[in-house]
């Protein structure tokens, strides 16, 4: 299965850098991420990948395996160098050796906590100042120290993306409130959680409203972010939020690279065009933390 896997693995990445559309009909990643990096007169000069086989099963002629893809992209945009990596898992399936089908795991977007209750509005909260200096630095360390594993001092979820921002901004030294109310404020103790804490929609909706304790200022374009900012995703256009991410880097533009967990991934373009998730209606909101 070893063997089967290196020699898929051979095979995909020279897709990446090929030009011949034909070849990326069956892996459409390819061809997306092509697109995507034109589209910002970026191009992939060099890919390393590394795969590990979580789970592989055998009947007769027919061999599966379940693994995970590590992508490493050199991108060269103008005179910058720079790293994106992200992570995936994959079935593949073969009969007698042949690849037969190579599909992405798909993570549902919409996380399994209750959504029902929504973050109440300031008007209901107690109007205290919490004082505090966001310490950008300290949120950028975080986000690339745990990109593609999960801190065990936490909850693991199964959509994990918010999880991780708002660690991300915690480490940041973003102060809690609202314990022990789920649907108030922004916290997180031992074995209980704010929904804003771990629901995308509830955290786009905290940070757009929250005057006391971690506050946020919504901008108008994603270029007006720095460093440990955060950026929301509706991918489906409807009006409910399921991402978030957090702004790592710039391109040679000054445009956002951004770290996420569930498809984790770092220094990638804000936009996410090359996502399969991705959708001509998404939506964003563009969110810079107060400094204090």
Not at 83 to 91: A, D, F, P
Not at 124 to 133: C, F, G, I, S, T
Not at 258 to 276: C, G, I, K, L, Q
Request: proline fraction near 3%.
């Amino acid at each position: 299965m070893r063997e089967l896997l290196q020699d898929l693995f051979e095979k995909r990445l020279d897709l990446f850098v090929s030009e011949k559309r034909s070849n990326k009909l069956f892996f459409p990643k390819a061809e997306r991420k092509q697109a995507a990096f034109a589209k910002r007169s970026a191009e992939i000069v060099k890919i390393n990948a590394s795969g590990k086989i979580i789970e592989e099963a055998v009947d007769e002629e027919f061999q599966a395996l379940k693994y995970q893809a590590h992508y490493q992209y050199l991108i060269k945009q103008k005179g910058l160098l720079y790293i994106e990596e992200e992570l995936e898992e994959r079935i593949a399936k073969f009969y007698n050796g042949a690849l037969v089908m190579d599909e992405e795991v798909k993570v549902p977007i919409h996380p399994q906590e209750p959504t029902k209750k929504q973050i109440k509005l300031e008007l209901d909260e107690q109007a205290v100042r919490l004082n505090y200096e966001y310490n950008r630095l300290k949120a950028v360390q975080y986000a690339e120290r745990w990109w593609n594993t999960y801190n065990p001092a936490f909850q693991k979820f199964e959509n994990n993306c918010t999880n991780y921002i708002s660690q991300c901004l915690r480490a940041g030294e973003a102060p809690m409130r609202g314990h022990p109310n789920r649907g108030m404020g922004w916290w997180y103790q031992h074995t209980n959680w704010s929904y804003s804490w771990v629901v995308a929609h509830s955290l786009k909706n905290y940070l757009g409203n929250s005057k006391s304790g971690l506050r946020a200022r919504e901008v108008s374009s994603p270029d007006q972010l720095i460093l440990g900012d955060v950026i929301c995703y509706d991918f489906e256009g409807d009006g409910r939020f399921n991402h978030n991410t957090i702004v790592t880097g710039k391109d040679a533009y000054g445009m956002p690279l951004v770290n996420a967990n569930t498809y984790n991934s770092r220094m990638r373009y804000w936009a996410y065009e090359d996502s399969s998730a991705y959708t001509p209606k998404i939506k964003y909101k563009f969110y810079s933390i107060f400094d204090e």
